[in-house]
């Protein structure tokens, strides 16, 4: 019983190792270069995401998901930057750091989704490579570039334009 191998078929490699056509589902792994961290840098990054979250060892943290877009051999690498709320030197870091962003207070930490639907955040990211672990990145910090709300959100749709068009009302 032994003397054939289980569940192989020599005419499967074939197609496996030969993955060319880019509309095929293996063309992705097969063009891929199996780089998993960034070289450290400054990279311009979309802001993805921003959500509570507890650690592993149970800390409660505000968790930020960025995407790379610059430089483009790096593009739509994630990366994660944690800030620990469990004492208030950390949570003091971490309302430093996350007031450009418009959180600055539970309430707006608690707030899903962040960023909003139409809301597009870009930041440049300093990027760095763990000295402990050489595979892995950390976000050393992260400044505001732009942030732009889509004016066609329900809120800017019902927002009621001052009476002679330009801000601060009567002129």
Not at 7 to 23: E, M, R, V, Y
Not at 49 to 63: C, D, N
Request: include cysteine; proline fraction near 6%; aromatic fraction near 8%.
């Amino acid at each position: 019983m032994l003397d054939k191998p289980l569940n192989f078929n020599p005419g499967d490699l074939g197609a496996f190792d030969s993955a060319a056509d880019p509309g095929e589902a293996l063309a992705a792994f097969d063009s891929a270069s199996g780089v998993t961290v960034l070289p450290a840098g400054w990279y311009t990054c979309r802001l993805e995401s921003g959500e509570l979250h507890t650690t592993k060892a149970g800390k409660l943290a505000y968790r930020l998901r960025f995407t790379v877009v610059e430089p483009a051999e790096h593009a739509a690498f994630s990366l994660w930057r944690y800030f620990t709320l469990a004492d208030p030197a950390n949570a003091n870091r971490a309302k430093a750091a996350l007031a450009s962003l418009g959180l600055r207070s539970g309430a707006d930490l608690r707030r899903a989704p962040f960023p909003e639907a139409g809301r597009v955040i870009v930041c440049n990211v300093l990027v760095g490579v763990q000295k402990d672990d050489p595979t892995r990145n950390d976000v050393m910090r992260f400044t505001v570039t732009s942030d732009e709300r889509d004016n066609s959100t329900a809120a800017a749709r019902f927002a009621v334009p001052s009476e002679s068009g330009t801000e601060g009302g009567n002129t």
